[in-house]
Structures are given as structure tokens and as C-alpha cells.
């Protein structure tokens, strides 16, 4: 059997008055998405556990069948996998964001999706000058924004950061005061002093003072959060016996498809952002399916688009997903016979807040032996469709998933 999974991160939504009192992705024209849960079956996930904040690391965990509570350690060391950056058992990984913070509000925790050129530019200058005595921190660039911080342990010696130490997702809580969301807990003095130098070092470096000059925002602060130490996952093909492939322009997800064993598959164009090229990440995933029994594609596009607050812009990446991926995915699943199609976000992503929600996710699953919901794939269809509801979302995967 053929399996592919279709990610639209952040999708689920609340319905909008710019949308005429219509969700996004009901105000989308996705006649593929819709066809996979007229078709098949449509159903209601909880991916985030009440104890963990609302973020794509539980949730895809959940969604690739991996039971958060067991395997969660934090966000950055799922992605430090994918930056090929080896943690040791007394080491922490540590997201660092470039972000602009102005007048002590959280402006933008993208900076201005600053390039990943720009970005390293930066990155490199904290590795050269920031320095916290008696710790040993290394600095790593990765996709835009997005970059690690590494704390290296020593062996018998205590560790600067426990389950108490707390951060907070700088995308939770835009425009904001940033002094109310800093570290806290064991280890946040650490992280504090090194948020205050980090912002010092990259203010005037000539990076921000030419994104300033072209009337871009300025990458004048650091946030750290996300910090955690080397989760223990079994591989997918152990648990399952299947061979899997991951396509995402995110560190994140890549990362934690990489965790579970499956391959890393880059694709030219792939940027995580609204701009991506969808008709190419449809194209690989297409050509994975030959030699993988499961495929995974993953578009951070209509997560962006919530954050910005941009109704217009989720619904065009929901409807170019559907022509791009979804459609032509699904086709070549049925040219391989027995298959199944799933379509799902991981969390919801609020346009009204610009952050993320832990409300139930839609999902659509199709297929060889499963009978139609006869309706279309959104919010309100799956509630009340009266299909499937799983307050444990890791169980989609083997219980219906991948169910003969």
C-alpha cells in the first residue's frame, strides 16, 4: 500500500467577516481536498496534549503517530536534526529566533523573513563575540530566522536548564511586551544575559543597517526558546515496517520526519513561506512515491499567512496546495492500486490572534475500503460529519492510517 500525507500547517481556522462568515478553508475552492473527505472519512484530532503549548513540534509528532508525552523532550532538538547537528546525552539544543523587537514590543519574530544569507551573516558574528563564561554555547545558522543554539554539558556536571525552566514561542504572543514573555525558571538567567548581549552584538552589524537603509525590518534582537536535550524515537520502519520520505522547506518538520527514519527530500524553490513553489514540491513527492511506501509534504505557507493576519493569503496557499499537490498527489496514488491519501494540519493557526490554537484539527483521510463522509473538507464539515474524534491524535496514524 502507497501512503501520503498532506500537511497545510496551521489551517484550521475560525470563520472570518473579510471571508463572508466562512473559514478559510471553506472560502478556499479546493475540489481535490474536498473530493479526499467526500470520499473517504472526515474526522477531528486533538495533536497537542493540554500540558504543552500549541506548536508544530507536538503536533507533527502526533500526526506521524509518535505519542507526544513519551517522546517530546522540546522544539530545537527536533530541528537541530535536520541543521546534521549531533546532540550528545549532557547537551541541550536551544531555538534561536532573529527578530525584531521595537519600542519593547514583539514587532516581528521573523525579522522580516530575513534571508538565510543575511541570517548566517549574523549568526556568525554571535559564534565569533558572544561568550558566556563557564558555559560552552555554540551558535548554528539555519533557514531565515530560524537558528540554533547548542549548550554543550560536561559529564557529571549539572545541567543549566530542567523541566522548570520555561520560554515562550515568540509567534504566540506578536506584538506584545517582550519583557513580559522573558525566560523564566532554572537556567533563564543564563538565557537572558546571552538575549541582551546576542542584541548588542547584531544591532549595528551591517546586516540590520542595510535591511534599514531598504527600508526593511531590522534583525535587532535574539529569543531563545524551545530548549530541550536528544529525544529517543523509534524508527518508523520499526514500528511499522514501511519506508517514509519528508518533504518540508522547515527545519522543524524535516527534523522530526528525519527522527522516525524516513528520507530527507529538499526541494529547489521550497522556501516556507508564502512564496514556495507548491507545483515542485507536488512534482518530488510524485517521484517519491516509486521507491518509498509512505510520503510526507509539508507547506508552512497558511501557518505564515495566519501570523501575518491574511485572510486573502490563506486561502490562495489552501487553493494552490489543493491544484498543486493534493490533485496530481492523489492521481498517482491511484495508479499504484491499494492507497491512502491523508490530509490534515497539525494545529490551528488563528488569523484573529496571529498565533497558534489547541482547537481540533480537521482531517480527511481516502482510500482503498473506505467509505465516503459526503461532504467537503473543512472546520464545520467534520463536526458535523460525526466521523472519527480522537482526543489522542497520535492514534490517526495506527488506527486508521495505516489500518487494512
Excluded at 474536498?34 to 470520499?39: L, Q, T
Excluded at 515562550?168 to 538565557?191: E, F, K, W
Excluded at 526593511?216 to 526558546?225: E, F, R, S, T, V
Aim: proline fraction near 7%; include cysteine; hydrophobic fraction near 40%.
Amino acid at each position: 500500500m502507497k501512503i501520503a500525507i498532506v500537511i497545510p500547517d496551521g489551517a484550521a481556522d475560525e470563520p472570518q467577516d473579510s471571508l463572508n462568515d466562512m473559514t478559510p478553508l471553506q472560502a478556499a475552492r479546493t475540489p481535490e481536498m474536498d473530493r479526499v473527505a467526500r470520499d473517504g472519512v472526515l474526522g477531528r484530532s486533538c495533536n497537542v496534549p493540554d500540558r504543552f503549548l500549541p506548536g508544530s513540534d507536538v503536533a507533527t509528532l502526533s500526526l506521524f503517530g509518535y505519542d507526544p508525552e513519551r517522546y517530546y523532550t522540546g522544539r530545537a532538538p527536533l530541528e537541530v536534526v535536520a541543521m546534521g547537528i549531533a546532540l550528545g546525552p549532557d547537551d541541550w539544543a536551544v531555538r534561536c529566533n532573529l527578530m525584531t523587537i521595537l519600542d519593547g514590543k514583539m514587532t516581528d519574530f521573523t525579522a522580516g523573513h530575513i534571508s538565510s544569507e543575511e541570517g548566517a551573516e549574523l549568526i556568525a558574528s554571535l559564534a565569533a563575540n558572544l561568550h558566556a563564561e563557564g558555559h560552552a554555547v555554540e551558535f548554528h545558522p539555519g533557514v531565515s530566522y530560524r537558528n540554533a543554539l547548542i549548550y554543550r554539558g560536561r559529564p557529571g556536571a549539572p545541567a543549566p536548564f530542567d523541566d522548570s525552566t520555561r520560554t515562550t514561542p515568540p509567534h504566540d504572543v506578536p506584538d506584545q511586551d517582550a519583557a513580559d514573555h522573558l525566560p523564566r525558571g532554572t537556567g533563564s538567567d543564563l538565557l537572558r544575559r546571552l538575549m541582551e548581549a546576542g542584541a548588542s552584538i547584531i544591532q549595528e552589524h551591517r546586516v540590520n543597517r542595510a535591511r534599514i537603509d531598504a527600508g526593511k525590518k531590522p534583525a535587532n534582537a535574539i529569543w531563545l526558546w524551545g530548549q530541550g536535550k536528544a529525544p529517543q524515537v523509534p524508527t518508523f520502519a520499526d514500528l511499522h515496517g514501511l519506508k517514509g520520505a519528508i518533504i518540508s522547506a522547515v527545519d522543524l518538520v524535516r527534523g522530526t520526519g528525519m527522527l522516525a527514519g524516513w528520507t530527507r527530500i529538499d526541494v529547489p524553490g521550497a522556501t516556507g513561506y508564502l512564496d514556495t513553489d507548491y507545483d515542485a514540491k507536488g512534482r518530488y513527492a510524485i517521484d517519491a512515491l516509486r521507491d518509498h511506501d509512505l510520503v510526507c509534504v509539508h507547506v508552512e505557507a497558511p501557518d505564515e499567512a495566519s501570523h501575518e493576519g491574511r485572510a486573502d493569503a490563506k486561502v490562495e496557499s489552501l487553493e494552490r496546495m489543493d491544484h498543486a499537490i493534493v490533485g496530481p498527489l492523489r492521481a498517482a496514488l491511484e495508479s499504484y492500486g491499494e492507497y491512502r491519501l491523508l490530509i490534515s494540519p497539525d494545529h490551528s493557526t488563528l488569523l484573529r490572534t496571529k498565533a497558534h490554537d489547541r482547537a481540533p484539527v480537521p482531517w480527511a483521510l481516502c482510500g482503498s475500503g473506505l467509505s465516503g463522509s459526503g461532504k467537503p473538507y473543512d472546520e464545520i464539515s467534520a463536526m458535523e460529519a460525526e466521523g472519527p474524534f480522537l482526543p489522542h491524535g497520535w492514534r490517526l496514524m495506527g488506527v486508521h492510517v495505516l489500518k487494512r
